[in-house]
């Protein structure tokens, strides 16, 4: 074989063997590269996010439509909760690889024990991964790609702590509890009824022209209402929100408050192009957790002061629990919008 021909099949063979390495290079960056892509940068692309809890045998599937969260496609998700997992998401960076020796031994535990998250965008699935406990120093999170062939320990960068509680999939955790979010110009009107006493009670009908008061008892003039209280009540349904759903309670105890109590007062709310939304608020009994027993002249109390038992429209499965120091502000007789 002449030199020429040797020559050249040693270039071709260089090229060949160089390729290879150079494809294996770039294979291998890759990999890892994507093994490691747990962050979404642009997370407003995101309109779906589906968490399962294989051990729990449990899911929850957000899901963003008009710019609004809603959980299981059954209630409006809470904002704040929905912020604090998209930062996450977002922020999350890889701090080091899990050790070699333990990679199968945490794959397999983040597959069994861990939170399975599927991110969406359009109906596409752009990304899965795993989340699992926390390191033993409370300060890393064990994290892994579905397909990837390790796992990691991710955290975000100047935040102390581990990211698990962010992927949670109870249903009730993740509901939104505000029961109320309306300007005062999205209000139609707003009915208080006292049940116990029907000269206490009132209707707000709202109108461009402004608001008007009538008494659910007798009547009074209207000239002896002062305009200001009514504006700047209306203007107190910009935030309410319920405490939570009180988890002592069996269904039989919460079908008894509902069946066989009396609500002491019933609120009526009808915004503009929406149903009316009705809370029968009910009395709360005295009980290990009650934060007062007697007045301030030592006589005891009948009931709770600070808290409330409550249903939203009639719905008798579920008994919320309202706090005084939200809704005692809307809570008003007609007496209260008088001129002094």
Known sequence: MSNK????????????????????????????????????ENTSEIDQIFMKAKFLNT??????????????????????????LLTAIRDVRVKHPVSKDYWDMVIRNLAGKGTKVELYSKGKKIKTYYV??????????????????????????????????????????????????LQEEDIEWVKIDWTENQDKGFTIRNSENGASIEGLGKSRPQNAVN?????????????????????????????????????????????????EKTIRIHRKGLGTTSKSYVDEYGVKLPFEQDNYFAFLNNNKKEMMQLQDFVFGKILKTYDDFLLE
């Not at 609004?68 to 929905?82: F, L, V």
């Not at 200001?228 to 759903?245: P, T, V």
């Open 5 to 40: 021909k040797i020559l050249l099949s040693l270039l071709i063979l260089a090229l060949v063997i160089g390729g290879y390495f150079l494809l294996k290079k770039d294979k291998s960056s890759t990999l890892v590269k994507d093994e490691t892509a747990f962050a979404v």
């Open 59 to 84: 899911s929850a599937t957000l899901t963003k439509q008009d710019n609004k969260w809603t959980i299981n496609n059954k209630y409006d998700a809470d904002g704040s909760k929905i912020n604090v």
């Open 132 to 181: 699992g406990g926390p390191t033993p120093d409370n300060t890393g999170t064990y994290m892994w790609i579905e397909g990837a062939a390790k796992p990691y320990i991710c955290h975000i960068e100047g935040f102390v702590g581990y990211l698990t509680p962010r992927y949670f999939v109870n249903e009730a955790d993740w509901r939104s509890k505000m029961l109320f979010e």
């Open 227 to 275: 305009a200001n209280k009514l504006k700047s009540y209306l203007k107190q349904f910009d935030r309410l929100s319920y405490e939570g759903f009180p988890n002592n309670k069996s269904k039989a105890e919460i079908d008894s408050i509902y069946t066989k109590t009396m609500p002491f007062v019933v609120l009526t709310v009808k915004a503009k192009n929406k149903e």
